[in-house]
């Protein structure tokens, strides 16, 4: 058992209030760390507003860092994944790879810090100009609000703070409040590679009173949000003409062609639907195959799923573990138990152990079915027959999210029009909508949030172009 404090202005501070962490799989408590109020977010906007005015950090300086920071990860791999599969309940595999993909984010961040560049302006081209010279230059926001989640709360935590610091702003940090210990562990090595005090401040505690707090307070420049849709609304109004980037909610689908490999198809479908316990905001959700290899790709899936261990997360042989807590896995067995009330057909899985959900697929269900047009976040998908691509393309485009799909086809000429006609932020051909790099623009439509992140991108949404004419 553990006490961990805030971090703010470089020093590690407690309060009295107290939240328990929790391993996921035992349910037991394994730490406990200090709750913010409002005291301590304003002490952390203090700080961050503090060393944004007055500890200048030269791009190359923020580059060395961020690269820095990278390096320590790495060399704490085994601990960080450790503390992943513990407070996620995410099987150690997948932890550790979560890892070394937030190591890759911060060397992608810190490259970028050292393009931070703006374009010459043809004022020339325009009549009586032709003794101006004019360019832009990006310039930081200010202080950037970095609030992430639960499911990835390591590589999602430097798709935020490392663009933020690479574009030469400062951060408030406000992780899930069931994920808070790679929060800790990762201020720690920011602080070891070398940022200076005030550039990176933790705060957690509730979401509901931390997220009224952060965006009361009108210093703040920029909020980067993960997590729920409707949160994600109330921040919008919140934020009023200061920016924000959402990324939110997702159904994602796939579309399989019969010109596809079916078995690979059929495997990687359920690969993508099970990871993390399907608590992935691209995780595969519904999968729409053509009529003629149906049966087929149904077999094939389910004998996937039935090969999958469930199990302790630090075991290596484990593939899938708990979710997040009970509760969602009670709201996914209601899921699923209303949509067989309705009609459904379980083919394989269905059934809850505690916090654990068996990995399941559904067929015979209703567009309008909670598990098909809701957010699921659970290891469940469900499988729809098509006739025509225009069909799919069309049951794929009834969501109210939008953020990425998958198409598995041969065919050039279907790719191509899946490319342009499916309404979401990503079209990814021949793998699933859950393919994501980190260097990647990565976001949706609808629903499914505003911005992009990737630090070559995010870098850019959290800059200001200024603009510069000379007159000579």
């Excluded at 760390?33 to 007055?54: C, M, N, Q, R």
């Excluded at 209303?338 to 009609?343: D, F, I, N, S």
């Excluded at 729809?384 to 109210?400: L, R």
């Amino acid at each position: 058992m553990q006490d961990y404090g805030l971090f703010i202005d470089g020093a590690w501070s407690v309060t009295e209030e107290k939240i328990s962490v929790t391993n996921k799989a035992t349910g037991r408590e394994i730490a406990r760390i200090s709750a913010a109020g409002e005291a301590e977010v304003k002490k952390a906007v203090d700080a961050a507003e503090k060393a944004f005015k007055t500890v200048k950090l030269e791009p190359y300086a923020r580059y060395e860092i961020l690269l820095k920071a990278s390096q320590l990860l790495k060399q704490n791999q085994k601990k960080m994944a450790e503390f992943l599969s513990l407070e996620v309940g995410k099987p150690i595999k997948e932890a550790t790879a979560e890892v070394a993909r937030a190591e890759q984010t911060l060397i992608l961040s810190a490259e970028e810090a050292k393009r931070m560049t703006g374009e010459m302006v043809p004022l020339a081209g325009a009549p009586g100009c032709e003794n101006r010279w004019a360019f832009t230059l990006r310039m930081p926001v200010g202080i950037v609000c970095a609030i992430t989640p639960f499911n990835f709360p390591l590589n999602l935590a430097c798709h935020k703070i490392g663009p933020a610091i690479a574009a030469g702003n400062t951060v408030v940090y406000k992780p899930a409040t069931v994920t808070p210990l790679s929060a800790v562990l990762l201020c720690e090595i920011f602080a070891e590679a070398g940022l200076p005090a005030g550039y990176l401040n933790l705060v957690t505690g509730s979401g509901s009173k931390l997220g009224k707090l952060l965006t009361e307070e009108e210093r703040i420049a920029f909020y980067s949000f993960t997590g729920s849709p409707s949160v994600g609304k109330i921040l919008l109004k919140d934020a009023g003409f200061r920016r924000v980037a959402l990324e939110l909610g997702s159904n994602s689908a796939n579309i399989v062609h019969h010109d596809t490999d079916i078995t690979a198809a059929a495997g990687l479908c359920a690969k993508y639907a099970f990871a993390n316990a399907g608590q992935v905001c691209i995780s595969c959700q519904r999968v729409y195959v053509q009529r003629r290899v149906y049966s087929e790709f149904c077999d094939k899936a389910v004998a996937y799923a039935q090969k999958l261990v469930m199990g302790d997360p630090l075991d290596p042989a484990t593939d899938i573990g708990p979710m997040i807590s009970e509760q969602e896995a009670a709201r996914t067995e209601e899921w699923v138990n209303g949509a067989v009330a309705l009609g459904a057909r379980v083919l394989t899985g269905g059934k809850r152990r505690g916090a654990w959900f068996e990995p399941t697929i559904l067929t015979d269900v209703g567009a309008d079915m909670s598990i098909v047009c809701q957010e699921a976040f659970a290891p469940v998908f469900s499988i729809i027959p098509y006739d025509t691509i225009e069909e799919a393309i069309t049951m794929v485009n009834d969501s109210v999210y939008g953020l990425q799909a998958g198409v598995l086809t041969d065919s050039l000429e279907i790719a191509r029009l899946c490319a342009m006609k499916i309404e979401t932020g990503g079209v990814i051909i021949n793998d699933g909508a859950t393919f994501r790099t980190d260097n990647m623009p990565y976001g949706g439509i609808k629903e499914s949030g505003i911005g992009r992140e990737g630090p070559q991108y995010a870098v850019k949404e959290m800059t200001e172009e200024k603009l510069i004419v000379f007159k000579f």
